[in-house]
Structure formats: structure tokens, C-alpha cells
């Protein structure tokens, strides 16, 4: 499989030369499946927008989606994804609606009026909402697995396995605090367990994280001993803070390579950027 990342940024969509590196798109990640070349997209943050593009210019039209929550980051992108407005265009969007709610309400809140122009009703292509609450399946020939994100208001971490590679992705998911519906540490180091990739969340560095206790990420040293207790073989930092400009990534991956060293371990550590592209 191919993982590609079209936004890497948490919480707002941000722009500025300071962030030319990571880039300033929010939540977005494509999955191309490695035995027929089908495209998993999970989540639709602002990243969404430059995928859209991409996948007109492939003349692409069939997708399937899958979403870690709903908070606005990681679905403001859903009306800018152009295919919507296409009547050739097919999506099959997957999600539990015991865990935040019926997901077609849910996006089609995002074309509200007065928030939005364009209502939910203009949408033409074919969206088919399948209720999926089980905790694992099988989509595009990919295996998946889930696990409950320790996060406010809740959200699923996923787990994605093809021909014996596998990619696990934790964002806003806060390891030092277990929120309601949420798994310990050592569950998500179960979870993440041999993965030869894994994308979690690294908002904050330690001295910041006591004023954002609760709020609902990791700092990046928690993240990296998950990722050292797994026993990972990538790990790339994700869901990089609004304020946080290249070099302050920079640093934290600089850090965590010392500790990897320190610990003797040949983990590989690196910032996830909304150009990063993956080959497992
Ligand atoms: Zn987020
Ligand atoms: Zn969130």
C-alpha cells in the first residue's frame, strides 16, 4: 500500500513561510491499496481540497472514506472535495453512529446555512453511508482494525494491514490522560504493536503540555515511547500545533532521534509533512 498525507497540521488550517516544511493543511490521508490501485481516503480536513484536485486530474471517481472524528479540522475539507459535485463520482463513507452520531448529519452539517453557501441537498454524487461499528473489516482489500481514541468527544484510531505491511494512525489521541471511551498506554502499545509505520499525534513538547492537560493530544516524547514500546520500525510526529513553525518540528524530531540513539534502538523518526508519501 502507498500512504500519502495531504495535511498534517492540527486544529486550524495555518499558512506563512514558517511553515513551508510540514505545511499548513489539516488532517487528510490517502491510502492507495497496493492490489488494485483503489484510494482510501481517511479524514477530510482542509488537505482534502488538494486531494480533490489531484484525483480529477487522475480522472479518479471511486472512493471510500473513513474518519477519526468530527471535529472541524478533520472535516472542513468535506464540501471542497470537488467529486461531491460530480454525478459520476461515488463515495462510500464508513462509521459507527453509536460513537459521535449518524455521520451523513454529521458532514452535511459542514453545508449548513448560515455557515456555508451551498447545501448538502446540491451534492450529486453517489454517497453511500454503510453503519459499520465492528472492530475490524475489510475495505478496498485492505484489513482494518479499530481501537477507541482517548480524545474529547471521542474518535477511532485505525489500523491498516495489506500483503504483511502495516500502518497504524493515532491522531488526537492524548496517551497521558484516559479520556471517556478511551484505552490506556499499554493498549495502544498492544495496538501499535511490530508496525512497520505509524502516524500519532505529537502536539505538544512536555513543558507545554501541563496548561493543555485533558485537551485531548500527546506530547511527542510520550508518542515516541509508545513508539519505542511497540517496537515500530517508522514513526512520524502528527497533528503538528497551529504555532508550531518548521524549526520547532525540526527540533522535536532532533530530540527524539537523541533518545532513539540513547536507547539504542534503530526506530526511524521523522515529521510527517502534507507531502509525505509511503511505500509499505
Ligand atoms: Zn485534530
Ligand atoms: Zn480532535
Avoid at 101 to 123: C, N, S, W
Avoid at 206 to 222: A, K, N, Q, V
Avoid at 233 to 243: A, I, S, T, V, Y
Wanted: aromatic residues 12%; negative net charge; hydrophobic residues 35%.
Amino acid at each position: 500500500m502507498i500512504v500519502r498525507c495531504w495535511g498534517a497540521r492540527g486544529s486550524i488550517p495555518v499558512s506563512g513561510v514558517e511553515y513551508r516544511k510540514y505545511g499548513g493543511d489539516t488532517t487528510c490521508l490517502e491510502i492507495r491499496t497496493g492490489q488494485n490501485n483503489e484510494i482510501l481516503i481517511v479524514d477530510a480536513g482542509s488537505g482534502t481540497r488538494r486531494l480533490a484536485n489531484h484525483m480529477l486530474a487522475e480522472k479518479r471517481y471511486e472512493f471510500s472514506f473513513l474518519f477519526t472524528h468530527v471535529h472541524w479540522d478533520h472535516i472542513l475539507g468535506f464540501p471542497f472535495f470537488k467529486p461531491i459535485y460530480l454525478e459520476q463520482a461515488r463515495l462510500n463513507i464508513y462509521g459507527c453512529p453509536n460513537l459521535q452520531g449518524d455521520l451523513e448529519k454529521l458532514l452535511a452539517r459542514t453545508m449548513d446555512a448560515p455557515y456555508f453557501p451551498v447545501p448538502y441537498e446540491v451534492v450529486r454524487a453517489r454517497l453511500e453511508y454503510r453503519h459499520d461499528c465492528s472492530e475490524s473489516t475489510i475495505i478496498d482489500g485492505i484489513e482494518i482494525s479499530s481501537i477507541p481514541l482517548s480524545h474529547p468527544n471521542m474518535g477511532v484510531g485505525y489500523k491498516f494491514t495489506e500483503n504483511g505491511k502495516t500502518f497504524v494512525f493515532l491522531t488526537d489521541n492524548e496517551l497521558e490522560h484516559v479520556h471517556r471511551g478511551g484505552r490506556s498506554f499499554d493498549d495502544y502499545v498492544e495496538f501499535a504493536r511490530g508496525a512497520d509505520l505509524l502516524f500519532h499525534d505529537s502536539e505538544y513538547t512536555p513543558e507545554e503540555y501541563p496548561l493543555r492537560t485533558t485537551w485531548g493530544h500527546s506530547t511527542y516524547t510520550t508518542a515516541l515511547d509508545l513508539a519505542l514500546a511497540a517496537g515500530v520500525k517508522r514513526f512520524g510526529l502528527f497533528h503538528h500545533n497551529q504555532d508550531r513553525p518548521d524549526a520547532g518540528v525540526d527540533e522535536m524530531v532532533a530530540h527524539c532521534q537523541s533518545i532513539i540513539a540513547e536507547r539504542g534502538s534503530n526506530l526511524d523518526c521523522f515529521g510527517v509533512t502534507q507531502e509525505t508519501e509511503i511505500r509499505l
